[in-house]
């Protein structure tokens, strides 16, 4: 049985001091609600890793990354190593974001070499793959998601992709307001449990967790979340706030 994940992506948002005071709001909403099938994650920037990490232990709520290099250390200035986030006891990292393909140009190879370093630290790398508005419009959302996968899952092996999270994400949907309705959701998110099927194998395909993230709120939550092939949600604006509590609260 597939658990659901709930995974907050602050991106550029909240200084040490705001972080600190939004994770500590969000462990008293939550103390003793927590649920055995719902994993929650929150994704602070780099600069309030180790705060959020420390005020997060002996919850069940855990800490990842928004990004990582992908070589183990070296002259790369500016960059933080998988051995640097698992030293601040974070457990999951956001790999190819498409604002990171999109404005840092984090490119498909980028993304498989980032997953494999994750996969080494036992970090779990959730991988965002999605198709633009045009690429929607012209029918080509399928192709463009089914070429990311390929292409990040190369030389990943079966026992290794189990511990991996895919998150679907229309970029069209991110941070727009303009959410996916849950059917188209749920079709892309099947498709993608389809590939997966077509890689390895029906059990592996039933084992990964696939998320859906774009303008996910408290009012759309629910019936997105509800969907089969659904097993959570990465959520951007909404995780800053008090509503991430409440969305996490909308799972039974
Ligand atoms: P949003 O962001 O919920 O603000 O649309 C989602 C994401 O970028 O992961």
Same mark, same amino acid.
């Given at each position: 049985?597939?658990?659901?994940? +709930? $995974? ?8 040490? !001091?705001e #972080?600190?005071?939004?994770? @500590?709001?969000?462990k &008293? *909403? ?29 919850t ?8 990582v290099?992908?070589?183990?250390n ?8 998988s ?26 190879t ?15 790398? +959730? $991988?965002?793959?999605?198709e633009?508005?045009?690429?929607? !419009?012209? #029918?080509?959302?399928?192709? @463009?998601?089914?070429? &990311? *996968? ?27 307001g ?36 774009g ?29 991430f509590?409440? $969305? ?5």
């Amino acid at each position: 049985m597939r658990k659901k994940y +709930v $995974i907050g992506n602050w991106k550029m948002n909240k200084t040490y !001091e705001e #972080a600190r005071e939004c994770v @500590t709001l969000f462990k &008293e *909403l939550l103390d003793g609600k927590y649920k055995d099938n719902v994993k929650i994650v929150v994704c602070p920037p780099y600069t309030a890793l180790s705060v959020v990490a420390y005020e997060l232990q002996n919850t069940p709520i855990e800490c990842g990354a928004q990004n990582v290099h992908y070589m183990p250390n070296g002259a790369y200035t500016g960059e933080i190593s998988s051995d640097m986030l698992k030293d601040l006891g974070v457990t999951f990292c956001i790999v190819g974001h498409s604002e990171r393909r999109q404005y840092f140009n984090e490119t498909d190879t980028a993304v498989n070499k980032k997953i494999k370093i994750l996969l080494e630290n036992s970090i779990t790398p +959730v $991988i965002c793959v999605g198709e633009t508005l045009e690429q929607r !419009e012209n #029918a080509k959302a399928n192709e @463009t998601v089914q070429c &990311e *996968l390929y292409k990040a899952f190369e030389n990943i092996d079966k026992k290794q992709i189990q511990n991996c999270v895919i998150a679907y994400e229309p970029i069209w949907a991110i941070g727009t307001g303009k959410t996916s309705p849950a059917e188209e959701a749920e079709k892309m998110c099947k498709f993608i449990r389809h590939i997966i099927k077509e890689l390895y194998d029906v059990q592996t395909s039933e084992n990964v967790h696939i998320l859906y993230g774009g303008s996910v709120n408290l009012t759309n939550a629910k019936d997105i979340l509800a969907m089969p092939n659904i097993d959570g949600a990465l959520i951007g604006g909404a995780s800053l706030k008090k509503d991430f509590v409440d $969305i996490i609260l909308t799972q039974e």
